[in-house]
């Protein structure tokens, strides 16, 4: 499985964007899709995830403004991100991994800058 993360740039504080990453390779049974970010000198951090249920789960600090989908295939996982603030500013990377385990492959990050 590999993944492939597009869709990061620099915005305006309250502005949007969506960030896609596209999933390759044999996928067997259930699985999860999850956005995490890292900002400079801070530890990579959970965002978001979608399962191959279409169940989706966010973290406190996006939820209400941050939106994750999949296409129908489940080829492609979507993570709409509006009101973006400031604090948002990170590279954004994607993951997959088996419901219930850690994320076992890693895209490579986009970077979302928002100024203020």
């Known amino acids: 499985v590999q993944l492939q993360a597009s869709g990061g740039g620099l915005v305006q504080r309250g502005e949007s964007l969506r960030l896609s990453c596209e999933v390759t390779g044999k996928i067997h049974g259930t699985w999860t899709v999850g956005w995490h970010r890292q900002a400079p000198g801070k530890q990579r951090q959970y965002v978001a995830h979608?399962?191959?249920?279409?169940?989706?789960g966010y973290v406190a600090s996006v939820r209400g403004r941050f939106i994750i989908s999949r296409d129908n295939a489940g080829n492609t996982v979507y993570l709409q991100m509006s009101n973006l603030q400031p604090e948002d500013t990170a590279v954004y990377y994607c993951?997959?991994?088996?419901?219930?385990?850690?994320?076992?492959?890693w895209g490579q990050g986009t970077q979302v800058t928002v100024s203020s």
């Open positions: 993951a997959y991994g088996r419901i219930g385990a850690a994320p076992d492959r």
């Open positions: 979608i399962t191959s249920f279409g169940t989706p």
